[in-house]
């Protein structure tokens, strides 16, 4: 009869080391991090409406929609200590432009060509449009998701300042650009957190001749997913507030805002995998005795595309 002693010490040691592996439960603190590989690359698809309102008092209102959708791919650069050197690479753009205050008809895919236009600056976008797919921004990127040093290539700002401000071509603008990722990467925590903890952003946009908008954002853990432990789900709350100048030639009141979203993360591979915002504000403007309501509500989604030789993470929700 073989001695059972052996087999009596494997089991205690695996025991033993079962109980010394870190594991994730709902409750524990956890550590909400990128984590950067030098040469990884990252796709992502953005798809974004804007719709813009404008009613003058006693007036007939006008409305706009703009719908954007970007592909792009993070290509991780050097990394050093908490921060990484990124090239975000622009693939492939989509703008359809509406409205029915006035005949607007918009429509390009730079990978299908033009698709419908007719309206003063379609020119002028088409030729932006057409030379943003290879455009490169380049910036560091914290742990946190911090931004900074934000550089387009000088061929993409000449190409946005030739297009002005027609269809939405600031949002290839330097600003438009950071503002954009800041949208869609939220703030992570300085320390580890768990469910129910929360955490703040401040962001000031400024109105040039009008003062600043200043965006205040809350986000609160809501802890894994049941059936994804390794994904944390991230709840947001957007409140707006004004900064007017002094010197302002109008006057400018906050009339409504509202805003809220939630962002998943994948803790175990350090990477944001989905997101969702929608955002609205009113404004009423006073100038030359004349007053009007102008509104824009926002909506975003934001989607992680996993290469084909990985496994995909767990579905956004």
Request: hydrophobic share 40%; glycine share 8%; aromatic share 6%.
């Amino acid at each position: 009869m073989k001695d059972p002693a052996p087999r009596r010490l494997t089991a205690a040691l695996l025991m033993l080391l079962l109980t010394l592996l870190p594991t994730a439960r709902a409750g524990e603190p956890v550590s909400l991090r990128w984590r950067f590989e030098p040469g990884k690359v990252l796709r992502y698809e953005l798809r974004q409406v804007v719709a813009y309102g404008s009613k003058p008092e006693g007036g007939r209102g006008v409305h706009t929609e703009r719908r954007q959708d970007v592909d792009f791919h993070w290509t991780i650069g050097k990394v050093e200590a908490d921060a990484a050197e990124v090239t975000l690479t622009i693939d492939r753009v989509h703008v359809k432009v509406e409205g029915d205050g006035r005949p607007i008809a918009f429509e390009y895919d730079t990978a299908k060509g033009t698709i419908h236009e007719d309206g003063p600056y379609s020119a002028r976008l088409v030729e932006l449009l057409r030379a943003l797919p290879g455009s490169e921004v380049s910036f560091r990127v914290s742990a946190r998701g911090e931004i900074s040093d934000l550089k387009p290539t000088p061929a993409l700002q000449a190409a946005v300042r030739q297009a002005g401000t027609l269809g939405g071509a600031l949002l290839f603008s330097e600003e438009g650009i950071r503002n954009l990722i800041v949208q869609t990467s939220p703030l992570l925590p300085e320390a580890s957190v768990e469910p129910g903890a929360t955490w703040t952003r401040q962001v000031t946009a400024p109105m040039p001749m009008l003062g600043a908008l200043v965006l205040d954002r809350t986000y609160t853990e809501r802890g894994p997913r049941a059936d994804a432990p390794h994904v944390h789900d991230v709840d947001v709350e957007s409140n707006c507030s004004l900064r007017p100048t002094p010197e302002a030639a109008l006057e400018m009141k906050l009339l409504r805002q509202a805003g809220k979203g939630t962002f998943a993360f994948d803790v175990r591979a350090g990477l944001l995998l989905s997101g969702r915002l929608e955002e609205s504000m009113t404004l009423g403007i006073t100038a030359g005795g004349q007053s009007i309501e102008q509104s824009a509500e926002t909506r975003l989604e934001l989607k992680y595309v996993p290469s084909v030789e990985a496994p995909a993470p767990a579905p956004s929700r």
